[in-house]
Structures are given as C-alpha cells and as structure tokens.
C-alpha cells in the first residue's frame, strides 16, 4: 500500500472499518420499514449512542467520571432557541459545537487539575450553573421563560441527523484511539504520576478530549432542539441527562469504542419494555435492573461479551484465521 | 436462583415483547384512552394535584353511568396510563406507543408547556386533537396556526400579569390603596416572564415601585426580601412567585407582620396545601388562577375528594374538568372517535362545563378565563379575569391574623 503511515490500515483495521460501515449502513435503513413507533426508539438510541460513546472518550480512558453532559447539551439547545430568528439550523449547529468546545475548553483548564471526587462534583454543579447563568441573562434581557424551535424536520431526517453524528463521534474515537493522544490517555488512566513522569502532558491531553466529548453533546443539544420544540431550563439542562449517560456507558462498558453502543441499546430497549408493561413502577424496576446488572454482568455487557467469544469463540477465531488469512 | 435463569426469565420476558403491549388485553368493547404525564421527575408534584386524579375522577364518572353513549352503543373507558418521567424523549415515545401500538382512541393531553409543545408534531401526524390545559405560553396563534388540533384551555402568560397588575390599579383608582407597590419574583422561567410582563403596566398605571428584587429558585431564607420589602413601605406587595417559594413568602410576610392592604402571590396561592398550612391568616391573599362559586363547582369539589381522596385546586383542577365536559359532549355528539371530526366539533360547538354554560374554545383557546382569584372564607374567589362582565369585588386585607 502506498498511503502514508498514519492513515494506512492494516488489514484487521480494514475489516473493522468495513464492519462499522455495514453496521451504519443497516441502522440508517431503519427509517425504511415504515414503523414509526421503532423509529422514535431508533432516535432515542442514537441520540444515547452519541452523548454516551462521546463521553467514554473522555472518562473511559482517563477513570474522570463527568457529569457535565447535561450542561452542554443544555448550551446547544438554548443556542438552537435563541439564535433561530438570526442564523439557519445547520449553521446554529455549527455555532453550537464552537460554543460546546469553547465553553468545554475554559472549563477544563480550569479544573481539570482536581481530580477524583471534587471533579465529579464540580462538573455536577456546571450544569446548574450555566442554568442560573441563563435564567439571569433572560432576566436582564427581559426575553421569555421559554424559546420555541418550530422548523419541522421529520422523524426520518431527525433519526439521520443524529445517526451520521454517531458515525462521527466513532471516527474520531477510532483516529484518536490509533494516534499519539489516544495512547497518552491509556497511560494517563492507568497511572497519572506515570503518565506525568513519561514526559506526557496530562493536562493538555485531557482538555483536548474533554473539548471534544463536550462538542459532541452541545451538538446533540442542538440536534434534537427542533424535536422537542421548546427549550427551558429544567428541560435543558436537566441533571437526570448526565446520569443516564454514564449509566448507559458503564453498562456497556467504557474501554472499548463500541462499549456504550452495547449499553445503549439494551438499556433503551429495557426502559422502553418497562415504562410499557409498569408504567407505575418504572423507577422502582430499573433500580432492580441495576442491582441485577452490577452483581451479574460488573464488567458490563463489553465484559460477557468477552467472555463469551473466550470460551466458545475458538471455532469462531479459527474461521477467521482462515478467511483473514492469518492475520487475525 | 442461578444466575443463568434469571437471564433466560429475563430473555423469555423480552421475546414476548417490549412489545406486545397492555392493550392486547382490554376487550374491544371498551374505549381506549391513553393518558401520559410525569408520575417522577420534576413535575410529578404537580401532577399528582392537577392532571391524574381528573382523569381518574372521569373514568369513574363515565363507567358510573354505564360508559359513553357512542353511535355503536354504550362503551366504558379503559386508561392507559404512561409515566413520561418528566422528560419530553420520553413523552414523544409514550404518545408514539399509544398511537402506533396500543392504536388508543383517544390520548389525553400531556402535563407542562415544554411537553405539550413537544409532543404536539406526534399528536398532529396522526390527527389525534389535542386539548391541553398545562400548558401556558404568548404563542397562542403561531401554534394554533401551525397545529390545527392543538387547542389551549388556559390563558397567557401576559393575560396573568395584566390582570393582577390591573386588580391593583382599580384598587389604587378607587382609593383603597396608596401607589406604592413593592415587587418581587422568582429569576426562573415563569417568574421572570411575568415579573417583565408586569413592570411595565405598573408604571404606567402610576403606580411608584418602592422596591423591585428578585430571589433565586431555591431560596430558602425569605427573611432579608421580606425585610427588605416591608423597610420600604409598600400599600401592595407582589410576588412573581412559585410553589416552594410562595409558601416561604407567605411565612416570612406573616412572621415580619407585612402589613399591606393587598398581597398578591402567583403560582400555588390557589393550591389546597396553601390554606391547609396558613388557615384563616390568608384570608383575603390574591393569587393567580380563582374560579366562580356555584353549585357546580362545589359538587366537582365535593366528588373529586370523594374518588380521588385528594381536594382539586382552584386553578388548574376545574380547567381539566372543563376540558374532560367538553370531550365527554363532544364524543357523545360526534358518536365515535372520528378525530377529523372531533376538532370539527370542537371548533363549531360551545358546551356546558363547571366553568359556564357556554363554554366556548372554538377558536383554539378558552375564550373566557379567570385570572386573579382571592381567598375569601375558605374559598378561592375568582376576581379578575378575561372575557367575564362582572367579577366578585376584591377585599382588602388586614393583617395576617393568628
């Protein structure tokens, strides 16, 4: 091959690609089969597939649990609201990711020299913050408690829209997991004294990518504004958000690029199934699940996935030593 | 048991189906409604007092008497019922399930202005109509425009804070009060939007804002604006005010001895719990919402205590009995769930309701509302609103009693 190094994929790489590929392709027939109602569910799963794959990029590696998605998400829905009489959709998404990762990369600056507990809480409270920030800006602007988003963008584009997000936020991950940066961070999450001892800047490294897990959720915010058609705080910048995505995450499993997709679908599908059948007793049933899942499945579902190609995936291995050639 | 049961129970219990849903067992003689609203979240609180026990007190009024008199004979209501955890994804699936898979004949509307609005796009695909009461908002005719179901059966935000600024300018007019007025609101959505929507109406009336703060969501000492408020000498004391903090500035004006003649608070003056824990020391406190007195709408008093075992509110709760009547008159006259000809029906008829004889929302909206209520002996007192000619006279306040 004639490409030059960084960009050139062994074969294994080549066979993962083509797989995302065929994976994405399938997922965005969904639109297709003309069922409405999964649809809404598909929507649902690729707004989760981006918030939680692009938080893992950050928390997976580094162990720094964030719950900030919330406050980012909130910046891309109210910049959604606010700027549609000035600016057109697609460019306020634009607008959106630029205030995502400039906000993102203050933020991180600032505190990403705490760690461990004070990092968790502070990113807690950014959500709040920002929520207070804008309720004084609508104050002193005089403006109306809530922004309404009425351009119709049909169920089908909305579920595209987001989908091809998706695809994004994997080709980044999957560039930065091959390059430089991506192996800084695995030293960083292993050991930080190591890491800093190594001559690697932490700091750096991780404001890079907690700008970037943070543009992917203010562009979500900004991407699924139009569907829910109005924007107020406790809509916004609701703390429940940043709580399901790393829940979602961790059940899937933060270590592999594809973890939270694992963890999103069940866990989309779960909640679905019993917000059907339990209505009553939907909180009180997922509490149960995750008391299920931590003491059956810890390593969430990336875990018994391994296990399972471990134990019976030898016949599987062989075939593919066959068909790859050996390479696998 | 060993964990690989559990799995497969777990397995078993998906395969038969996210999917195959409680609907499958109603019997296809009973009409199916579906009914979505925040049973957790932040607007479960509100809920509880507004939105669910109204849809329970109507189905049980309606099978009471043998169920709807539809053109296929007489059919009782069956609900189904969705929690929407008091986040709009989740409201927009609920109504997608109850459209595409329960195929309800009918959904309630949901519970909130942001989850109203977002599933409005959902209730118009499949031409459902949808009549909604908490849902507050100036858009009126860009929605009803863009929605032609969408009907609204509470007023605007504007209209709330005009007529409390105007309750106290005829106050001031007719001499009963000085123009001295202090204000204050909560800095979150509503609060603000009316705090903005008030001032102006205030100054130009003449009236002298002697002071003008707001406080925080969330406050928990009211002592330094209560403090603060009554240094300043107020004839009338105005709170942009919401559930958690409405209690705490009743408290503290009591506690301070505020010592105005009119005292208006906004959102949950007209809430049970508030007499329930200030008693006869709130008498003649003006808030927002207030309904007529008649016998009707102390009988749906009298019955929503009675099968709900909670009191309705004086705001929120007869509107959504209002709109349950108008339903009710409409499926009966129409004869079946023809959705097309429901919003006809609705949008050429006026009907009888708790709220009046002719209650008319033929034009999308409520046509005539009640906007600024008092508390006078025990009951929540309409005084102003939009629409009506003569209003219940305003008393003015003394003290705050024992």
Redesign the interface.
Same mark, same amino acid.
């Not at chain 2, 002719?358 to 309409?382: M, P």
């Given at each position: 091959m004639n490409l030059p190094a960084a960009i050139a994929l062994s074969h294994r790489e080549q066979i993962k690609l083509l797989a995302g590929v065929l994976i994405f392709g399938a997922a965005a027939l969904l639109p297709f089969f003309n069922t409405t109602y999964w649809l809404s569910i598909g929507i649902s799963i690729a707004m989760f597939t981006v918030l939680a794959t692009s938080w893992a990029l950050f928390s997976g590696p580094t162990n720094y649990i964030a719950l900030s998605t919330a406050a980012f998400f909130g910046i891309g829905m109210y910049i959604v609201g606010g700027g549609l009489p000035y600016l057109p959709f697609p460019a306020l998404v634009l607008v959106a990711a630029l205030a995502g990762a400039l906000f993102s990369a203050v933020v991180g600056l600032a505190t990403l020299r705490i760690s461990g507990v004070y990092f968790v809480i502070f990113t807690l409270g950014l959500a709040e913050l920002v929520r207070q920030v804008v309720a004084w800006a609508q104050h002193v602007m005089g403006t109306s408690s809530g922004l309404y988003v009425l351009i119709g963008i049909s169920d089908q584009a909305m579920y595209w829209l987001l989908l091809g997000l998706a695809a994004l936020v994997f080709l980044v991950g999957w560039a930065i997991g091959r390059s430089r940066l991506g192996f800084a961070l695995r030293i960083i999450g292993n050991d930080e004294v190591v890491a800093v001892h190594s001559g690697i800047n932490t700091a750096r490294a991780k404001v890079v990518l907690f700008v970037i897990s943070s543009t992917f959720a203010a562009m979500t915010g900004a991407l699924v504004a139009p569907r829910w058609s109005y924007v107020e705080p406790s809509i916004a910048f609701s703390p429940f958000l940043s709580f399901e995505v790393v829940i979602m995450a961790l059940l899937g499993g933060v270590h592999r690029l594809w973890g939270p997709l694992v963890g999103v679908i069940p866990f989309t599908l779960l909640w679905e199934f019993i917000s059907a059948k339990f209505p009553s007793q939907t909180t009180l049933l997922l509490g149960a699940c995750f008391l299920l899942i931590v003491y059956f499945i810890p390593r969430g579902v990336v875990g018994l996935i391994e296990d399972f190609t471990r134990e019976r995936g030898g016949a599987i291995r062989d075939l593919l030593k066959r068909w790859t050639g050996g390479h696998a | 048991m060993h964990?690989r049961t $559990?799995?497969k129970g777990a397995g078993a219990?998906?395969l038969a189906g996210?999917?195959g849903?409680?609907a499958a067992r109603a019997q296809d003689a009973t009409v199916k409604i579906g009914v979505i609203g925040p049973?957790?979240? $932040?607007m479960a609180s509100g809920a509880a007092v507004s939105h669910f026990p109204n849809f329970k007190l109507w189905e049980h009024e309606v099978n009471a008497r043998g169920g709807l008199k539809m053109k296929s004979g007489q059919r009782k209501v069956e609900l189904i019922?969705? /929690?929407d955890?008091?986040?709009?994804?989740?409201t927009?699936?609920?109504v997608?399930?109850l459209?595409?898979?329960d195929k309800v004949d009918f959904i309630m509307p949901v519970y909130g202005?942001?989850y109203n609005? =977002?599933a409005?796009?959902i209730y118009a695909?499949y031409g459902y109509p949808q009549v909604t009461q908490a849902a507050v908002? /100036?858009?009126i005719d860009?929605?009803t425009q863009?929605y032609p179901g969408l009907f609204f059966v509470q007023g605007s935000?504007s209209a709330f804070a005009q007529s409390a600024a105007n309750v106290l300018k005829k106050l001031k007019d007719e001499g009963k009060i000085g123009n001295k007025v202090a204000i204050v609101n909560v =800095? /979150?959505?509503?609060g603000?939007?009316l =705090?903005?929507a008030g001032r102006p109406i205030f100054q130009q009336a003449g009236f002298e804002i002697v002071y003008d703060k707001?406080y925080?969501?969330g406050t928990q000492d009211y002592s330094p604006v209560m403090k603060a408020a009554k240094a300043a000498n107020p004839d009338a004391f105005v709170a942009w005010s919401y559930p958690p903090d409405t209690f705490g500035l009743a408290e503290q004006a009591k506690i301070e001895g505020l010592n105005v003649k009119a005292y208006y608070s906004a959102v949950a003056v007209a809430f049970p719990a508030f007499r329930a824990k200030f008693g006869n020391s709130i008498e003649n406190v003006l808030g927002a919402g207030g309904i007529q007195d008649s016998p009707e709408i102390r009988e749906y008093y009298r019955k929503h205590k009675e099968v709900t075992g909670v009191d309705a509110d004086y705001w929120a709760s007869p509107l959504y009995y209002t709109f349950l009547q108008i339903l009710t008159q409409t499926f009966e006259a129409v004869g079946s769930f023809d959705r097309e000809a429901i919003i006809n029906h609705l949008k050429t008829h006026t009907f009888k309701t708790v709220v009046g004889d002719n209650t008319d929302i033929r034009k999308q909206r409520l046509a005539r509302y009640w906007t600024v209520g008092q508390w006078q002996d025990g009951f929540f007192h309409a005084v102003s609103g939009v629409g009506f000619d003569n209003y219940k006279p305003v008393r003015l306040k003394t003290g705050w009693g024992t």
């Amino acid at each position: 091959m004639n490409l030059p190094a960084a960009i050139a994929l062994s074969h294994r790489e080549q066979i993962k690609l083509l797989a995302g590929v065929l994976i994405f392709g399938a997922a965005a027939l969904l639109p297709f089969f003309n069922t409405t109602y999964w649809l809404s569910i598909g929507i649902s799963i690729a707004m989760f597939t981006v918030l939680a794959t692009s938080w893992a990029l950050f928390s997976g590696p580094t162990n720094y649990i964030a719950l900030s998605t919330a406050a980012f998400f909130g910046i891309g829905m109210y910049i959604v609201g606010g700027g549609l009489p000035y600016l057109p959709f697609p460019a306020l998404v634009l607008v959106a990711a630029l205030a995502g990762a400039l906000f993102s990369a203050v933020v991180g600056l600032a505190t990403l020299r705490i760690s461990g507990v004070y990092f968790v809480i502070f990113t807690l409270g950014l959500a709040e913050l920002v929520r207070q920030v804008v309720a004084w800006a609508q104050h002193v602007m005089g403006t109306s408690s809530g922004l309404y988003v009425l351009i119709g963008i049909s169920d089908q584009a909305m579920y595209w829209l987001l989908l091809g997000l998706a695809a994004l936020v994997f080709l980044v991950g999957w560039a930065i997991g091959r390059s430089r940066l991506g192996f800084a961070l695995r030293i960083i999450g292993n050991d930080e004294v190591v890491a800093v001892h190594s001559g690697i800047n932490t700091a750096r490294a991780k404001v890079v990518l907690f700008v970037i897990s943070s543009t992917f959720a203010a562009m979500t915010g900004a991407l699924v504004a139009p569907r829910w058609s109005y924007v107020e705080p406790s809509i916004a910048f609701s703390p429940f958000l940043s709580f399901e995505v790393v829940i979602m995450a961790l059940l899937g499993g933060v270590h592999r690029l594809w973890g939270p997709l694992v963890g999103v679908i069940p866990f989309t599908l779960l909640w679905e199934f019993i917000s059907a059948k339990f209505p009553s007793q939907t909180t009180l049933l997922l509490g149960a699940c995750f008391l299920l899942i931590v003491y059956f499945i810890p390593r969430g579902v990336v875990g018994l996935i391994e296990d399972f190609t471990r134990e019976r995936g030898g016949a599987i291995r062989d075939l593919l030593k066959r068909w790859t050639g050996g390479h696998a | 048991m060993h964990r690989r049961t $559990v799995l497969k129970g777990a397995g078993a219990a998906a395969l038969a189906g996210p999917f195959g849903f409680r609907a499958a067992r109603a019997q296809d003689a009973t009409v199916k409604i579906g009914v979505i609203g925040p049973r957790t979240g $932040v607007m479960a609180s509100g809920a509880a007092v507004s939105h669910f026990p109204n849809f329970k007190l109507w189905e049980h009024e309606v099978n009471a008497r043998g169920g709807l008199k539809m053109k296929s004979g007489q059919r009782k209501v069956e609900l189904i019922e969705y /929690d929407d955890r008091s986040q709009p994804g989740e409201t927009i699936k609920a109504v997608e399930r109850l459209a595409a898979q329960d195929k309800v004949d009918f959904i309630m509307p949901v519970y909130g202005t942001g989850y109203n609005l =977002a599933a409005a796009p959902i209730y118009a695909k499949y031409g459902y109509p949808q009549v909604t009461q908490a849902a507050v908002t /100036d858009q009126i005719d860009t929605l009803t425009q863009r929605y032609p179901g969408l009907f609204f059966v509470q007023g605007s935000t504007s209209a709330f804070a005009q007529s409390a600024a105007n309750v106290l300018k005829k106050l001031k007019d007719e001499g009963k009060i000085g123009n001295k007025v202090a204000i204050v609101n909560v =800095a /979150d959505a509503f609060g603000i939007e009316l =705090a903005n929507a008030g001032r102006p109406i205030f100054q130009q009336a003449g009236f002298e804002i002697v002071y003008d703060k707001s406080y925080p969501l969330g406050t928990q000492d009211y002592s330094p604006v209560m403090k603060a408020a009554k240094a300043a000498n107020p004839d009338a004391f105005v709170a942009w005010s919401y559930p958690p903090d409405t209690f705490g500035l009743a408290e503290q004006a009591k506690i301070e001895g505020l010592n105005v003649k009119a005292y208006y608070s906004a959102v949950a003056v007209a809430f049970p719990a508030f007499r329930a824990k200030f008693g006869n020391s709130i008498e003649n406190v003006l808030g927002a919402g207030g309904i007529q007195d008649s016998p009707e709408i102390r009988e749906y008093y009298r019955k929503h205590k009675e099968v709900t075992g909670v009191d309705a509110d004086y705001w929120a709760s007869p509107l959504y009995y209002t709109f349950l009547q108008i339903l009710t008159q409409t499926f009966e006259a129409v004869g079946s769930f023809d959705r097309e000809a429901i919003i006809n029906h609705l949008k050429t008829h006026t009907f009888k309701t708790v709220v009046g004889d002719n209650t008319d929302i033929r034009k999308q909206r409520l046509a005539r509302y009640w906007t600024v209520g008092q508390w006078q002996d025990g009951f929540f007192h309409a005084v102003s609103g939009v629409g009506f000619d003569n209003y219940k006279p305003v008393r003015l306040k003394t003290g705050w009693g024992t």
